[in-house]
């Protein structure tokens, strides 16, 4: 189950729902083609470049308060940093589950109701 922190969201957005809402809605845009930009640098193991994309990703995510996908995109980009190819090769399909279960939780925030 993923938590959307949207107090910490809004926060973001000056507690203003209509500008947390568009940050949201283009967060949510904006997945095809980062997951699409991701998967390129990972396949080419162009890590300098996957850990900037990953890192865009934890402070974008964290933003809309997608804490825990900006955690693990966190983790992943640490990894790019420190080299540590193990972790990204076996934890890069982790992080576009949680991207795909993000975004899915994402679309059902009650705007109205914050």
Not at 2 to 18: L, P, Q, R, V
């Amino acid at each position: 189950m993923i938590d959307i922190d949207t107090a910490h969201g809004m926060e973001f957005s000056m507690d203003d729902k209509e500008m947390y809402q568009d940050m949201v809605q283009m967060f949510i845009e904006q997945k095809t083609e980062n997951a699409a930009s991701i998967t390129d640098f990972f396949e080419k193991k162009d890590w300098e470049n996957y850990k900037i994309r990953v890192h865009g990703l934890k402070s974008n995510a964290r933003l809309v308060g997608a804490m825990q996908l900006g955690d693990f995109a966190e983790k992943c980009e640490r990894a790019a940093r420190d080299g540590d190819t193990a972790f990204i090769q076996a934890n890069t399909n982790e992080l576009f589950a949680l991207y795909e279960q993000t975004v899915d939780a994402l679309k059902k925030i009650d705007f109205a109701a914050l």
